[in-house]
């Protein structure tokens, strides 16, 4: 059996995994609250470049229990519009990805120096667009005019260090109803092969509804 050494400690490799993942939940506060860079022209293009893909939880789950298995894609669409970038996002349970719990697209753009901006739109009829990541002749229907906005929604990202981003949704201002929620918060950090979020829902006193608990949920970008 394969062993490893951490600070001189032997451990073994389910207590590797478990390691491995307190880490990587440990980094969203830490990457929410550094300093922000100043944009490159390109940035904008990379953050693009680095969502687009597809990614899963599959280690997380492994090393603890109480985070599931999740698929998630994003695939580009409306390519040829100026203004930012379009994704195409899909989640689900592994085991079952052909009824995913979430679709949505997300328009990347510009704010500012320091900021680029995650709006995030719900799809009418969404069910008849399942799979499309992996065929996009199903989303060639879709217009923006059929999308619905999610105000206060969006996640306002900025850049730490390079190929790597952090942000969130505005405290309170994304509303939410699902189980008893009032508002629902998202905490991103973005990585070259690693995307970490963290949403929850709160009721109008603050207390937690829905969402993990411990941390965000860890997606490493399979490869091509």
């Known amino acids: 059996m394969l062993t490893y050494y951490v600070c001189g400690m032997q451990?073994?490799?389910?207590?590797?995994?478990?390691?491995?993942?307190?880490?990587?939940?440990?980094?969203?506060?830490?990457?929410?609250?550094?300093?922000?860079?100043?944009?490159k022209k390109s940035d904008l293009k990379k953050l693009q470049q680095i969502m687009a893909g597809n990614f899963d939880s599959e280690l997380q789950s492994k090393a603890d229990t109480s985070y599931f298995h999740i698929k998630l894609h994003m695939a580009p669409?409306?390519?040829?519009?100026?203004?930012?970038?379009?994704?195409?996002?899909?989640?689900?349970?592994a085991n079952d990805e052909e009824k995913p719990y979430r679709q949505r697209v997300y328009h990347l753009y510009k704010q500012n120096d320091t900021t680029l901006v995650s709006k995030v739109y719900?799809?009418?009829?969404?069910?008849?667009?399942?799979?499309?990541?992996?065929?996009?002749?199903?989303?060639?229907?879709?217009?923006?005019?059929?999308?619905?906005?999610?105000?206060?929604c969006a996640i306002f990202l900025h850049k730490r260090k390079k190929n790597v981003f952090s942000g969130?949704?505005?405290?309170?201002?994304?509303?939410?109803?699902?189980?008893?929620?009032?508002?629902?918060?998202?905490?991103?950090?973005?990585?070259?092969?690693?995307?970490i979020s963290w949403d929850r829902g709160w009721d109008e006193k603050d207390k937690q509804v829905w969402g993990a608990v411990k941390g965000g949920y860890s997606f490493i970008k399979k490869k091509k």
């Open 122 to 152: 719900e799809i009418k009829n969404p069910s008849q667009y399942i799979g499309a990541w992996k065929d996009l002749q199903k989303i060639g229907i879709l217009s923006i005019d059929s999308l619905i906005e999610r105000p206060g």
């Open 77 to 93: 669409i409306w390519t040829d519009d100026m203004n930012g970038y379009w994704l195409y996002v899909e989640q689900s349970m």
């Open 11 to 39: 451990i073994y490799p389910r207590m590797r995994e478990v390691l491995l993942a307190i880490v990587l939940m440990l980094q969203i506060p830490t990457m929410i609250h550094a300093k922000a860079m100043k944009l």
């Open 168 to 195: 969130s949704t505005p405290w309170r201002d994304c509303l939410s109803s699902f189980k008893g929620a009032a508002y629902a918060t998202s905490e991103v950090v973005i990585y070259k092969r690693k995307l």
